[in-house]
Nanobody
């Protein structure tokens, strides 16, 4: 069952920006690492970005480094993914996740949203 809710996906042109939001209604994830993953049909779910519970550590996938920024507002129980300079290859379903610690393996995360589609046209 989904415990996180993503929003902000849509259709954009290459080079444009998009910001995804992830809310956690009914739960507090202040002590959890938060991550964004993406998946294309037929492929494994891959890490886009993740941030530790304290916000002091972060990790970015090689393909999005220097283009995407993850941030969190603990008081609002919300995590964001700012995506700049979008490329066609960024097209995927994006998922928000929460886990006990920062990790690049999706299997390490316990809580998930249903996903939001991001489509980038060239």
């Amino acid at each position: 069952q989904e415990q996180l809710v993503e929003s902000g996906g849509g259709l954009v042109r290459a080079g444009e920006s998009l910001r995804l939001s992830c809310a956690a209604p009914g739960h507090t994830f202040s002590s959890y690492a938060m991550g964004w993953f993406r998946q294309v049909a037929g492929n494994e779910r891959e890490l886009v970005a993740a941030v530790s519970w304290s916000g002091g550590s972060s990790y970015y996938g090689h393909e999005v480094k220097d283009r995407f920024t993850i941030s969190r507002d603990i008081a609002r129980n919300t995590v964001y993914l700012q995506m700049d300079s979008l490329k066609e290859e960024d097209t995927a379903v994006y998922y928000c996740a929460a886990g006990a610690s920062l990790d690049n393996d999706y299997r390490s995360y316990e809580y998930w949203g249903q996903g939001t589609q991001v489509t980038v046209s060239s």
